[in-house]
């Protein structure tokens, strides 16, 4: 307590364990280095970042290939500017097209053109390797089972309205979780 009687924060905190202070520290770790990991392999065998390319996944995956761009930046946790940039380096590149939403002239579409989904499966199997490679060759199948469970109860807490299209993965899977 301070001199005037009131709390201090940092005082008041819980202390993490050691083991909950080992465990932080390795999820930020891996938090740190994996998007640098994933980023060098697409930006060598692709051009694309992974941020790039989790965009065209979204709307490789979308009805008609087309998705508002506030539904597009909802679902890769991006704001609308750094969306529209990355958009705007996709489009200049032939990968996306842009054009008003023909429900609502006040917002803009954007769809993945077939040079862009062309990219994108070229892309995919390099992006699976690495990310067989980096992650899901390191774990056994109970870590797998595990690493499930523990993303999704981050997720729950961190996206509790199911706006990252993870967050949603593998209905099965969480049904049987």
């Not at 050691?18 to 280095?33: G, I, Y």
């Not at 941020?51 to 946790?77: G, K």
Request: with cysteine; aromatic share 2%.
């Amino acid at each position: 307590m301070s001199e005037n009687g009131a709390t201090t924060p940092a005082l008041d905190a819980r202390p993490m364990s050691p083991d909950e202070m080992a465990a932080w520290q390795r999820l930020a770790a891996v938090v740190e280095l994996l998007p640098p990991a994933l980023d060098a392999q697409l930006l060598r065998d692709a051009k694309l970042t992974h941020f790039e390319y989790t965009v065209l996944m979204v709307l490789a995956d979308a009805a008609a290939h087309t998705a508002r761009m506030t539904a597009i930046a909802s679902s890769t946790n991006a704001t609308l500017p750094r969306l529209s940039h990355v958009v705007r380096r996709l489009e200049e590149r032939g990968l996306v097209e842009r054009f008003p939403c023909p429900e609502d002239r006040r917002a803009t579409n954007a769809r993945i053109t077939d040079a862009g989904l062309a990219l994108l499966d070229a892309a995919a199997p390099g992006h699976h390797d690495t990310v067989r490679s980096v992650v899901l060759d390191a774990l056994n199948a109970e870590q797998l089972d595990q690493l499930y469970l523990i993303a999704g109860s981050l997720l729950e807490r961190l996206d509790p309205d199911g706006k990252l299209t993870a967050t949603a993965c593998h209905p099965a899977k969480a049904a049987s979780a």
